[in-house]
Structure formats: structure tokens, C-alpha cells
């Protein structure tokens, strides 16, 4: 999927080369930390996979594609096949949040039906479903990530490249990106993340290259960030479905110690933590929960009961029980009429897991291929 041989990269009127003689290989499913200090090389590196830069010396090979002979016309189509997220979330401020996400279908030509299914298809994904029409600032910074992740996935491309996804996120949401993109990974979509922090790769003990000083000094299986001597030896993964659960397992660790420091915000994390164990079937027994938990607010008069919102158990009763509420309420008009001012009525509703089947499928889609000349396409 990925094979660097002997990369060099060397900028103008720098004296030492960001990346200096790295050779390695990504494979189709993967998912690998790229790690180092900053200044290591690990944006070069990203760069040059995504072919925004080339390299000064070596061979670079993305997709079955030798990148020194990729004619800069099928650029664009190459990237097509590739989704990046960045620190900053680059989104378009003056787009909702649908719009962001359709943009990048919209310049592949795709049709407004398909582009309005699989933009909706990807906001539920990331969480976001009832969020299309805010504007980027009417969202919180995590949110804002998920965004961008679904931006870079809705094209159901083959490889997403993250570069720093969580450097501008606070540890808790970070955990939630995280626990994102490892679903993402878990329905086939190969991904290679940069990050100096430390914490979640020790905890997933994904592959992890790391770079100093533009040279390659580690390549592990199951690494940790940094002196992995004291970290058990997992043994060799031999399918990608392992490889996922072990992935989740080790989120679900950290995401329980994130809510075990959260307090307030504990139990919503602990249920969002559960919620990864339906992603794909655990290596080791756990709880297999195939739904997940998430708050709305609806305006309304009345409070429920915190005994009724924690039975409620689907979308369907939740609604039930907000009507027979709302009915009650409208049946006692003097408690309605001595009510000041509306109360927010908080309610958990429950969404159903994505199945994982019918994610990361390009293929049966038809957005994998993009060999059509004639069209026009995103140039970064
Ligand atoms: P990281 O992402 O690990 O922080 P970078 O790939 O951004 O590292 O940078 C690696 C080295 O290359 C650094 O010394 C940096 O200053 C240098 N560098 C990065 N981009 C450029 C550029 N466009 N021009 C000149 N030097 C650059
Ligand atoms: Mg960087």
C-alpha cells in the first residue's frame, strides 16, 4: 500500500534533510503511528505520501503507484483515493457542516443522491447526525475534527493519513478521535497517523515507526512511543479482525481511565467507551454492545425522571416516552402555567451501531476508481 525506499528529502536552503535514507512498507489494513519529536520529519513524510511534495532521492510507491512518475494530471485522482485530517481541521467556515463534508464528493462529479446518502451515511459515523446545517464555529473543537474526518472518509478512500489529529484537542476528546479513527481503520480503510503523544500509542500497541532527526530509528509491530523494554510481547497478529480488536481493547483501557479522571463527564465516556466493543468481534471475551449512547437536548417543559432515561433502551421508546411526557405535561396546564421559564429536557436516545459490513466498501460504491480524465479534480 505504502513502500518507501531509501527516501530523501531535502528542502531548499536547509543544510540537514528532513528525511534522510527511510525505507519502509505499510500494508493494505494497517494501522500505523508515526512518531518522533517535533522537526523529526513526520509532516514531510505524510506529505510525500499524499504526493504535495516529491522526494529529492528514492523510491516512493502509494497505491501501486510510483509517485517520481505520476504526471501532476493524475494528482488529483491519486488523492482522491487518500482522506487527510490535520491539527487544525482546515474546514470551510463559511460552509455547514454538510456542505463541508459534500464538497469534497461534489468535486469528484459524484450525483446529488449519492453525494446526500453517503455525507449522511458519514456524519452518523462521526457522531454528528442533527449537526448539518451548524457552521464550523458553532462547534466544539472535537466536533469540528469529526468533521474533517468525515470529510476525508466520505470518498471511501483506501488510505487516511492524520497528521497531528489531536495536537489542538483536550485528552478527553482526543480519546474520542482516537476511538474514531480506529473504527475507521477496523472497516479496512488503512490508516498512518503522526502524533508526539505519547499516551495513546503506548496503549494501543499498533505498529509505530518512529523518526529523529529524518532518520527511521524504530519500526515495531506493537510498539510503544518511547523504551517499549518494559511492554509484554504481544504475539504476531495474523488477521486484520484481531489486529482491530486489540486495537479497541486498548482504547476501551485507555477511554476508562480518561472517564475514571473525568468525573462529571464519566459515565457518558464509559458508555461511549462500551459502544467500540460492537466494531468488530472481540479476540478475547467482552461485553458486546451493539448500540450507542448519546445525549440530545430537546426543548421542552418537563424533566424526565433519571430512572425513566436510564431504561429507555431505543429510539422508538424514547420517543414514546417523550410523547406520553409531553402529553402528561400538557395535561396538567397549572404546572405548565406556574413553569417560568422551559427547562431543557435532556434525554439519552439511542443509536444503533454502524455495521461494519457496510462501511469502507469503495469498491461496491464505485468511488475507488477515479480514471475518468476529462473530469476535474480537488487539486490539494
Ligand atoms: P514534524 O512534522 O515531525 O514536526 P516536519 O516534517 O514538519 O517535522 O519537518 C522536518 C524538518 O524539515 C524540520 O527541520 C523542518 O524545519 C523542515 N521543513 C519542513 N518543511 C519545510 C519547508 N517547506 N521548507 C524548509 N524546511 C522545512
Ligand atoms: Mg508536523
Redesign the pocket.
Known amino acids: 500500500m505504502i513502500r518507501f525506499e531509501n527516501v530523501t528529502k531535502r ?4 543544510a ?1 534533510p ?1 528525511l534522510n535514507d527511510v525505507s519502509f512498507n505499510v500494508d493494505r489494513g494497517d494501522f500505523v503511528f508515526l512518531v ?10 505524510l ?1 510525500l505520501i499524499m504526493r504535495e511534495d516529491v522526494a529529492s532521492s528514492g523510491q516512493i510507491h502509494v497505491l501501486g503507484h510510483d509517485l517520481k512518475r505520476m504526471s501532476s494530471r493524475k494528482v488529483p485522482y491519486f488523492r482522491r483515493q487518500i482522506g487527510s485530517v490535520f491539527q487544525d481541521f482546515r474546514l470551510l467556515s463559511t460552509k455547514t457542516v454538510f456542505q463541508n463534508v459534500a464538497f469534497a464528493l461534489q468535486v469528484t462529479g459524484a450525483s446529488r443522491a449519492l453525494t446526500h446518502t453517503n455525507v449522511e451515511r458519514v456524519l452518523e459515523l462521526v457522531g454528528l447526525t442533527g449537526k448539518e446545517k451548524r457552521m464550523p464555529t458553532e462547534l466544539s473543537g472535537g466536533e469540528q475534527q469529526r468533521v474533517a474526518i468525515a470529510r476525508a472518509i466520505v470518498g471511501d478512500p483506501k488510505l487516511l493519513l492524520a ?1 497531528e489529529p489531536t495536537g489542538n484537542l483536550d485528552p478527553a476528546t482526543s480519546t474520542e478521535i482516537m476511538r474514531l479513527l480506529a473504527r475507521i481503520n477496523a472497516t479496512g480503510t488503512t490508516v498512518v497517523m ?1 502524533t508526539h503523544e505519547a499516551g495513546f500509542v503506548d496503549q494501543m500497541k499498533r505498529r509505530v515507526i518512529e ?1 529523529k532527526f ?1 532518520e527511521l530509528m524504530r519500526d515495531e509491530a506493537h510498539g510503544g512511543y518511547g523504551d517499549t523494554s518494559a511492554i509484554p510481547r504481544l504475539a504476531p497478529v495474523k488477521a486484520r479482525g484481531e489486529a482491530s480488536a486489540e486495537a479497541l481493547s486498548a482504547m476501551r483501557k485507555v477511554q476508562r481511565e480518561v472517564a475514571t479522571g473525568a468525573s462529571a463527564g464519566a459515565t457518558a465516556a464509559t458508555a461511549a467507551t462500551a459502544a467500540t466493543a460492537a466494531v468488530v468481534p472481540a479476540a478475547e471475551p467482552e461485553p458486546q454492545i451493539a448500540e450507542e449512547v448519546i445525549e440530545v437536548v430537546v426543548e421542552g417543559r418537563a424533566e424526565p425522571s433519571v430512572a425513566e432515561a436510564a431504561e429507555a433502551q431505543t429510539a422508538d421508546e424514547v420517543a414514546e416516552s417523550l410523547t406520553t411526557q409531553a402529553d402528561e405535561v400538557a395535561a396538567d396546564e397549572e404546572a405548565a402555567q406556574n413553569a417560568t421559564s422551559p427547562r431543557p429536557l435532556t434525554r439519552p436516545i439511542v443509536i444503533p451501531e454502524i455495521n461494519v459490513a457496510e462501511l469502507g466498501v469503495a469498491d461496491r460504491l464505485g468511488l475507488s476508481d477515479f480514471d475518468d480524465d476529462d473530469e476535474v479534480g480537488p487539486t490539494s
Open positions: 528542502y531548499r536552503g536547509t540537514k528532513a518522533g519529536a517535533s522537526g523529526s520529519g513526520k509532516s514531510s513524510c506529505r497528521d503522526a523518526l529524518g
